[in-house]
């Protein structure tokens, strides 16, 4: 069966750290991936996502980036966190359509 | 692009069957409609999917109008268990590829 991680679960950073979170699909070949951010009591927004490896299209410019380096690992990046960048971090993928499917259980970034 | 319309929240019993509208008046043609139910800290979890007419599975309907303009998710004899944030996602055509664009989503609590 197909299983998505991501980690860490939760997060502090200083403003101006550098930030690396991981996502990994596993049961799956070329999977869809996608990067989502949810602010407290909000819906979710959509970053970043690909079709294959190399391929990031990017829908909110910001100080975040996302590579994806195998085929089932997608990591969101960023030099330098602002405070605007807390939030609940989701990694989702799907198989056939362009609809997430599956979301992992998200990274809680707190910027102090 | 699409945007979707949900009511913020809603309130229900135990035991009663609830039924969450969703607009989106700029779905695209070949689009599906997807549900998802989110708990807190946790990632959306996919609830059910249509294109038209009628669906159901073990745990919701889905009723979508010929229009496809509106799709009603149907849970019925809802549990305590099941407050939650429940969202509906269509896409919309743009630049070639689809855009998938969460609305705020619809808060259900239950009451006992």
């Known amino acids: 069966s197909q299983t998505i991680h991501q980690w860490p679960a939760t997060l502090v950073q200083p403003v101006g750290s550098p930030l690396s979170l991981e996502c990994t699909v596993e049961?799956?070949?070329?999977?869809?991936l996608y990067w989502y951010r949810q602010a407290a009591g909000r819906g979710l927004q959509l970053l970043f996502y690909?079709?294959?490896?190399?391929?990031i299209s990017s829908e909110v410019p910001q100080n975040l980036s996302a590579s994806r380096p195998q085929d089932r690992q997608f990591i969101l990046s960023s030099k330098k966190l602002l405070l605007s960048d807390s939030g609940f971090y989701l990694c989702?993928?799907?198989?056939?359509?362009?609809?997430?499917?599956?979301f992992g259980d998200g990274t809680r970034l707190s910027i102090l | 692009l699409a945007k979707t319309t949900q009511p913020i929240s809603m309130d229900s019993y135990e035991g009663q069957e609830v039924n969450i509208t969703c607009s989106h008046n700029?779905?695209?043609?070949?689009?599906?409609i997807t549900w998802y139910q989110q708990f807190p800290s946790q990632g959306p979890r996919f609830i059910i999917q249509?294109?038209?007419t009628k669906v159901t599975n073990e745990v919701a309907s889905l009723f979508i109008p010929a229009d496809r303009k509106s799709s009603t998710l149907s849970l019925p004899r809802v549990s305590l268990s099941d407050t939650a944030v429940y969202y509906c996602?269509?896409?919309?055509?743009?630049?070639?590829?689809?855009?998938?664009?969460f609305g705020t989503g619809t808060r259900l609590k239950v009451l006992a």
């Open positions: 989702a993928w799907s198989a056939d359509t362009d609809q997430p499917q599956h």
């Open positions: 049961g799956t070949s070329n999977p869809n």
């Open positions: 690909s079709v294959g490896i190399g391929q």
């Open positions: 700029n779905i695209a043609t070949n689009d599906y």
């Open positions: 249509g294109y038209k």
């Open positions: 996602l269509v896409g919309t055509e743009g630049s070639g590829t689809y855009k998938y664009i």
